[in-house]
């Protein structure tokens, strides 16, 4: 079946300009997550949503950061007012319940910011 | 919140033998430990997990063994082979469950 996907899977963008990335996750998947990998370091948590739960935003790094999970599936990371430091890719993942089962990654997207 | 450290950052090892990486984590609330292999250019996958009601789990090659009291658990692939070539990720999900903490990775290089 369908995988995790990601759109877009490279975004080149002008330092301070808004970027939206989205993630779909599999289909019945309720927990979705967000993660920041910057060049040769690991997984940095950024947002949790399950379900109809409110997030755990507790990973964002900055107010410039946000996301939404509408009708409990597609997801929207947005960076608004992009810096130099926010150029790493964004991996999506996703679950079948919190916690408890493998998650899924999208394919990611490549962020740069010039 | 959880810390997770993951020992050695890259390993080289001769095709045919074992490699170990090994990861301690803080938080002793953990209960799901996975373990993530990454090629290069391609997205993180599952290659083994272990819950803390069981020590080790095995799957051909690869063993994950979990010391609850020590607070470490390891990842174990014998008889290696070039495809193994990776990097691996640890993680532990923290007192929440909501969160995946994860490790810093391993750069393995397996030569032929």
């Known amino acids: 079946g369908a995988g995790v996907s990601q759109s877009p899977s490279n975004k080149v963008t002008e330092k301070g300009k808004d970027v939206e990335l989205r993630c779909d996750p599999i289909s019945g998947h309720t927990a979705l997550y967000w993660y920041r990998q910057s060049l040769g370091q690991g997984l940095e948590f950024l947002i949790y949503f399950q379900g109809n739960s409110a997030p755990d935003k507790s990973g964002l790094p900055s107010d410039r950061f946000s996301a939404e999970r509408t009708g409990g599936s597609v997801s929207t990371l947005t960076i608004q007012r992009t810096q130099q430091e926010d150029s790493a890719v964004y991996l999506c993942a996703s679950s079948l319940s919190p916690a408890r089962y493998e998650q899924y990654f999208g394919p990611g997207t490549r962020l740069t910011v010039t | 919140g959880e810390n997770v450290e993951q020992h050695p950052s890259t390993l080289s090892v001769q095709e045919g033998d074992s490699a170990v990486i090994k990861c301690t984590y803080s938080?002793?609330?953990?209960?799901?430990f996975p373990w993530y292999k990454q090629e290069l250019g391609k997205r993180p996958q599952l290659i083994i997990d272990?819950?803390?009601?069981?020590g080790e789990k095995k799957d051909q090659r690869i063993a994950v063994t979990l010391n609850k009291t020590a607070k470490h658990f390891s990842l174990h692939i014998t008889e290696t082979q070039p495809e193994d070539s990776a990097v691996y990720f640890c993680a532990a999900t923290g007192n929440t469950g909501n969160q995946f903490y994860f490790g810093t990775g391993t750069s393995l290089t397996v030569i032929p």
């Open positions: 272990i819950r803390s009601n069981v």
């Open positions: 938080d002793s609330a953990s209960n799901y």
